[in-house]
């Protein structure tokens, strides 16, 4: 067979990666490489969150507390929620105004605090980062 002719496939539910040399048809074969698999293959790191997601969301939930409940350590507190400015001033630089986006953002964290109220001020903090991100 012709090497230029070698093709590669990625068996997502094996895992394993095959070069088949001449393959006509393009399609992977449905065999395992014994080569590649092993017991050790299937406790693969990669693969953890797939097959436990529950454990996989709270070892992430518990790495976040603790990173989290050292950055408040370090601060010495929480830090305040920055919302805005109430007032803008006018195109005539002489009246203000009631600011919308500082309207907006405090509708929009009214209605996390309605859907998740047991969320801290670091989860406030990252909401407002994504929502300066959003509007900018």
């Known amino acids: 067979m012709d090497e230029s002719k070698k093709e590669v496939f990625l068996d997502v539910t ?12 393009g399609q ?7 080569r590649t698999s092993n017991s050790m293959a299937s406790l693969s790191v990669s693969k953890f ?5 529950i454990l996989h969301g709270l ?3 518990l790495r976040s507390f603790l990173h989290r409940s050292q950055l408040v350590w370090q601060r010495g507190g929480t830090r305040p929620l920055e919302i805005g400015s109430v007032y803008q001033r006018q195109d005539d ?10 309207q907006a953002r405090i509708l929009d964290m009214q ?8 969320c801290s001020g670091e989860d406030c903090q990252l909401f407002l980062l994504g929502w300066n991100a959003g509007s900018g």
Do not use: H, K
Not at 49 to 53: G, K, L, T, V
Not at 111 to 118: G, Q
């Open 59 to 61: 070892f992430l939930e």
């Open 111 to 118: 209605r996390l605090m309605a859907s998740v109220p047991w």
């Open 28 to 34: 992977p074969r449905s065999e395992p490489n014994l």
């Open 14 to 25: 094996q895992g394993v990666v095959r070069m088949d040399r001449g393959a006509t048809d």
């Open 93 to 102: 630089q002489i009246s203000f105004r009631v600011n919308m986006q500082t």
């Open 49 to 53: 969150p797939f097959r436990f997601p």
